[in-house]
């Protein structure tokens, strides 16, 4: 039905009225005192929602930008990192770090399943001459649907003493807790289209003081992504480029939607659609891709039995029920389908999915 | 007053009612059918406003974004190239040149005047060793208001035969004649915010096949701005990275009106707006910042005399009349001011503009 779809991807993710009509309002010059306003509101807002005292820096850019930022702005030429690698994420990382020359070493897992922070620590530990200046990190693997276990791989990493560590929070923040200063995380990337509730577009970045100190002598040419600028430009409610302002005007009103609700209610409210989700999925005896005790709260990977064409139940699903849900990536397409729950998602959706994939199921058998 | 503020800056330019309703409209999936239309649409309506048949490759970023990009994809490190500085953005290519490591040798004017094309041909024809890569230009120097001589500069980049001509064509595409195809332009940048009439947060370049060509040996590190997945993906009407959606809905709606008008109004027009926004700020006995035969159809600098403070004028034009005008950049801050004339923008806002600049003049002496 034509302007009806219900967005179950995980980003886009579905945006509250009050965003969109914000994004209707004409724009103001991005110099203006004005538009320092909206930037000093949302700055202060974004650092409560990272629960950080760091700098978080907005770029005009997707998720993949503000990774590639957080990677680029805080090692030299050739410097050995460690990537966790078990989904197309994590994958990605271990790219834009070959990309510029660094030296990268993957610790990977299968896809579905959650990296080993065993085997975090045993590399961690073993360099002892602690050449190892990063570790880069998916939190919640999007293409997957695996939570990883960052507080654990963060612990060894702060071990280590030397190494920073570089997270990839696209699909985690917002949805389960990531405590930026009380775990010591050195970079978190972000993008506006997950948790944020708003459109494409924006990407973030938060930087603690120790990367800043190892950014004095990083030497990968930048300039679009160079954090320098952003960072002097952002104390003063500014920025180095021109700036979105349209999906600022959504920001302003998301984040302002968030901190009434409060991030520990947005933590429970993502666990619950994550539990409700994976206990019909068991109900329906459809095996999940992400074990329990490694589920990501922002999306669910299913992976029906080979009788059934994981692309047909997105199909049906569309067309039926005007439920748009994510396919498998790269070799997973037609292996699993991912149900997001994600950002502006309440209960009821959760339910009016379960029941249309139930009605679906029974169409293909 | 509130809400009714008229920008006549060069960017954010006026926003048509059109593009920003479809800003509003909820995302859909950047994965989808639907979606891969709206690509097609507003790739092959690019192709028209670009006058190409070039790939013309869209990027979330601002128009340093889409330079950038421009200039890291077809280089080597230590290449050596030519850029032309008469102003805040030619400066800024040559920052962002040396930033990857260019041999970047600087051919400037004095801010104000247009690029002398003549010193570009002694130093092309000069090297007749052809270690000059490329040359990259501001068509339209949005911190000045001078329109430099492309056409005749890049017939001397095209006798020299091996350098590609890189253009930032930020505010003068859609607004003056840039014919890429008939002038053979390798590169060519853009942004959302000027002459396409809708916000920031969309940059664009178009890329000739001798530029494909360099490309090929192009060593300079690059992920996020690497134009070869951009032009495989934009093959099968789909992106690289989440594209900011909303903003694409906008850009559907203006490339619609801007072809409803046709290039050569739109020219005719931006022609206009410029003579009338001259011919009034001499009737006002000030001094016009760039020369007759240099003059942006885009953006009109007026350099009034010391008695007069630039800031001032522009206060009074925002407090009194609501009329945003921007302000000099760098050195030039309180000595000139900027009237924008880019995009949607009609003879009634130009007359409108002069009246109230009549006014401000007048209380200020």
Redesign the interface.
Known sequence: MD?K?M?M?P??T??PEKA??A??????????GDFSQIMAEVQENLKWLHQTQNDVLIL??????AM?AGI?NFLKRGDRVLCGCNGKFGDRWA??AT???LNVEIISAEWGQPLDPEKFREVLEADTEKQIKAVIITHSETSTGVLNDLETINRHVKNHGEALIIVDAVTSLGAVNLPIDEWGLDVVGS?S?KGYMI???LAFVSVSPKAWEAYKTAD???????LGPYRKTAAKNTNP???????FYALQVSLQMMKAEGLENIFARHHRLMTMTRDAVKGLNLPLFAPDHAASPAITAVCPPESIDAEKVRSIMRKQFDI?L?GGQDHLKGKIFRIGHLGFVCDRDILCAIAALETTLQQLN
């Open positions: 302007d779809l967005l991807i980003g886009p579905p945006v969109l009509l994004l209707a309002k004409h724009p103001i010059g991005h110099r203006s005009t850019a997707s998720g993949t930008g590639e680029i790219e834009v990309a510029y020359g993008g289209q459109p494409p577009g990968l040419p930048r300039y679009y992504f160079d480029f021109t700036p979105p302002v349209n999906l748009v994510a």
